[in-house]
């Protein structure tokens, strides 16, 4: 079953908009949320995290919203770059008793900054 | 740069080989993990390391895969008996070992198998 889930495959944004990415999950389990930037043939690169005791983390242009009663969390890149434009996939995990947190992830959301 | 780094980061075999991946995760990261993403699709939890200690595996490593950690340090992900379905990325990640925390991912080994 799919825990996570990004339910749009792309996002097209003018630079200097506002992007709004959106990531739902099913597992109550789930603490702790992490958004990953991803380029072709690259790993993934950490952009910003969010812990379920929190509604909201800033870093620079990127802010994480998280909604616990929704289930439902997203990211904001104000203002979007050219540069911005990859791949983004959400990811979720929680701290397993004997420690480690496996990540979850969404199938991602490609966006695309047209300058 | 003291990032994850994973060699090599492609390879091309054919189906019945077997095939081995290296990954050297940052220096003081006590875990180690490894993930698969095929196209159009998030990467998939495989396997996780504590120092040396294989701690969780999925379902999705069947008997063919087999991942090792013998010293706490580096990681091997050997595929024995590789089939079409094996090709895809295979990630290496790393985290400092302290409760909810970031995964730092390498460049990842892109395998192909014909």
């Known amino acids: 079953d799919q825990q996570v889930k990004q339910n749009s495959p792309s996002l097209s944004v003018q630079e200097g908009r506002i992007s709004i990415l959106n990531c739902d999950y099913t597992?109550?389990?789930?603490?702790?949320f992490l958004w990953y930037k991803k380029y072709p043939a690259e790993g993934p690169t950490f952009l910003i995290s969010?812990?379920?005791?929190?509604d909201k983390n800033e870093d620079g242009r990127f802010t994480v919203f998280l909604n616990k009663s929704a289930k439902h969390l997203s990211l904001h890149i104000v203002p979007s770059q050219p540069g911005d434009s990859a791949v983004y996939f959400c990811?979720?995990?929680?701290?397993?008793?004997?420690?480690?947190?496996?990540?979850?992830f969404g199938a991602g959301t490609i966006l695309r900054v047209k300058s | 740069d003291t990032g994850v780094s994973q060699d090599p980061r492609h390879k091309i075999t054919k189906r019945g080989q077997n095939v081995t991946f290296r990954c050297d995760p940052i220096?003081?990261?006590?875990?180690l993990y490894w993930y698969r993403q095929t196209l159009g699709q998030g990467p998939e939890f495989l396997t996780y390391?504590?120092?040396?200690?294989?701690?969780?595996k999925s379902r999705l490593l069947s008997d063919r895969f087999s991942a090792e950690r013998p010293k706490g340090s580096f990681s091997t992900l050997e595929i024995q008996r590789t089939e079409q379905g094996d090709s895809a990325m295979y990630l290496c990640?790393?985290?400092?070992?302290?409760?909810?925390?970031?995964?730092?991912f390498g460049p990842g080994t892109r395998l192909l198998v014909l």
């Open positions: 990640a790393s985290s400092l070992g302290v409760g909810q925390e970031t995964q730092y």
């Open positions: 597992n109550s389990m789930f603490d702790y």
């Open positions: 969010i812990s379920s005791i929190k």
């Open positions: 990811a979720a995990s929680w701290v397993r008793d004997f420690g480690g947190n496996k990540l979850v």
């Open positions: 220096s003081e990261h006590n875990r």
């Open positions: 390391f504590q120092n040396e200690a294989q701690l969780e």
